[in-house]
């Protein structure tokens, strides 16, 4: 049930946060955050940066602290591959926790987008308009399993003068509480309001439903996460959401494609790290190279321990490998496992994609140029990537810093989620004593 939080129905924190109802209890957050927004919105570059350094500082010396709070996380995980999925997207390591703060001074050394106005134009009557670079507002992220998304989302909202509202799985509730506080005690101690940095720390799903009503409080939801947590928010959300949907990503090697180039990026797209959602979950190859190419890349996936599961072309080239059933073809396996098919040629490349696609990363392995540029044109995704790995689709890899996500919707923003994809703008008008006739 919708609660509207006016000024003198929202509580404080005063109090622990466990003794207040959930609809109490997001009040006060939401008030909280709220009441920074503003002060937040107009901090100095210099400040903000100050502020990220001290969060990267505050990270590595609490490592130690860090790590803990983590095996407190990973206890209640067996060894089913869908639960050791789920552990490795969740497990902090001392180089895990020294790539977020690599991270965080990336995004203090990124230009501010804050004020920029790109474009100027003169009026007949001598004003000029112009649009300028602001920030959202509030922006509450809905997030499961990855502590490390605490620490990028932070930063690069605070960064681009937003607060945000962090609310991860109950799954990694003592990581990414310790990061939260590392993170919201560093960046208040450099001049950042309280409640820039607003974490929910209770595990309660009632909690996520009440967050998604407070269209009065919150301006942006960007959830990132599985099915059922997309469903739920598509559900209940009265806040405009911008999606982080499931990477069904495909790599297509064409007629042409250099095969040591081709197998040291599929070898990339689907080894390197399994579990995330721009690894490549579908191999398709033009059946002329699949004679030669294939049956040797199969053996490097299988060394690999990829569990290949091929269409009926791809089993008489490869007996060894399993027949892939009919929804193997567009799941997101987030495991060693791959899905092959073998196409005719480039428009069945093309309509498997547009079939069974999320979306969300794709890539083309070719030497031939009109064919390239024919893949980039008629690719509908986030990112359309040719001869690279698909997880490269990447705020980092990308020159962003960091990424808040890697957003499927079509407004706003897609593809990885940097500074600029987190600010919105406004019209400002410079006159001279214009009046309308």
Not at 233 to 256: F, R
Not at 380 to 390: E, I, K, P, R
Request: aromatic share 4%; proline share 5%.
């Amino acid at each position: 049930m919708e609660q509207d939080l006016t000024e003198t129905q929202a509580p404080e924190l005063d109090a622990p946060s466990d003794v207040l109802s959930p609809e109490d209890y997001v009040a006060a957050l939401v008030k909280t955050a709220k009441g920074a927004a503003g002060r937040l919105a107009t901090l100095s570059t210099a400040v903000k940066n100050q502020a990220l350094l001290a969060m990267a500082d505050g990270l590595e010396a609490q490592e130690a602290e860090l790590l803990a709070a983590n095996e407190k996380d990973l206890e209640p995980f067996d060894s089913t591959p869908e639960r050791k999925a789920v552990a490795d997207r969740l497990r902090l390591t001392a180089e895990r926790v020294r790539d977020m703060a690599a991270g965080i001074r990336d995004i203090a050394r990124l230009p501010d987008p804050l004020g920029e106005t790109p474009k100027m134009w003169t009026r007949p009557n001598g004003m000029q308009v112009g649009r300028m670079r602001v920030p959202i507002g509030v922006i509450g992220i809905i997030y499961e399993a990855r502590p490390n998304v605490t620490a990028d989302s932070a930063a690069l909202c605070l960064k681009s003068g937003n607060v945000c509202l962090l609310r991860g799985g109950s799954e990694a509730l003592h990581s990414n509480t310790a990061i939260a506080k590392v993170l919201s005690d560093s960046a208040e101690k450099a001049g950042v309001p309280s409640g820039a940095i607003t974490f929910v720390d209770r595990p309660e799903r009632e909690i996520v439903q009440l967050l998604l009503k407070q269209d009065r409080w919150i301006d942006l939801i960007i959830p990132r996460g599985g099915e059922s947590l997309m469903k739920t928010i598509a559900e209940h959300a009265t806040i405009p959401v911008l999606k982080h949907d499931q990477g069904v990503c495909h790599t297509y090697v064409d007629v042409d494609a250099d095969p040591l180039v081709a197998e040291q990026i599929c070898l990339n797209a689907k080894v390197q790290r399994p579990s995330t959602c721009n690894a490549m979950e579908t191999l398709l190859v033009h059946q002329t190279i699949a004679r030669t190419w294939l049956p040797h890349l199969v053996g490097r996936l299988t060394a690999a321990k990829v569990e290949v599961r091929g269409c009926p072309k791809t089993i008489q080239l490869c007996p060894e490998v399993k027949p892939a059933a009919e929804d193997d073809f567009g799941r997101e396996f987030l495991d060693l496992i791959l899905a092959v098919k073998v196409v005719k040629n480039m428009d069945e490349a093309l309509e498997h994609i547009a079939t069974f696609g999320s979306q969300h990363t794709e890539a083309i392995v070719t030497k031939d140029y009109a064919r390239a540029m024919r893949f980039l044109r008629e690719v509908d995704a986030g990112a359309v990537l040719v001869n690279a790995s698909t997880r490269l689709n990447d705020g980092y890899q990308f020159g962003l810093g960091a990424e808040i996500g890697i957003s499927t919707s079509r407004l706003h923003a897609r593809g990885p989620m940097g500074l600029e994809e987190l600010t919105c703008s406004k019209f400002v008008v410079l006159g001279s004593g214009q009046i309308r006739e």
